[in-house]
């Protein structure tokens, strides 16, 4: 009886290897892929101006709206 408990114990062992081993295959296979991944463009980002209401953060080029040379202030009247 004593037999098979040993027999029992060890291939409860060698299952659970072959489940580490395939854990650590899988954690490897991931890690080669986030190495091997392109890394994103760099892009032009403009900094916030010292008063704005997000100090210290970027903002993508794109993203910032610029006025026409032709647009002025409406609210300020000549004269």
Not at 64 to 76: C, H, K, L, R
Request: overall charge neutral.
């Amino acid at each position: 009886m004593n037999c098979v408990l040993m027999q029992r114990k060890k291939q409860q062992d060698e299952e659970e290897a072959e489940m580490k081993k395939a854990a650590t295959d899988a954690a490897y296979q991931v890690r080669q892929a986030a190495k091997n991944t392109p890394k994103r463009l760099p892009s032009v980002t403009v900094r916030s101006p010292m008063g704005s209401n997000s100090p210290g953060m970027d903002y993508p080029m794109a993203d910032t709206p610029q006025p026409a040379a032709d647009e002025g202030n409406a609210s300020v009247s000549n004269g």
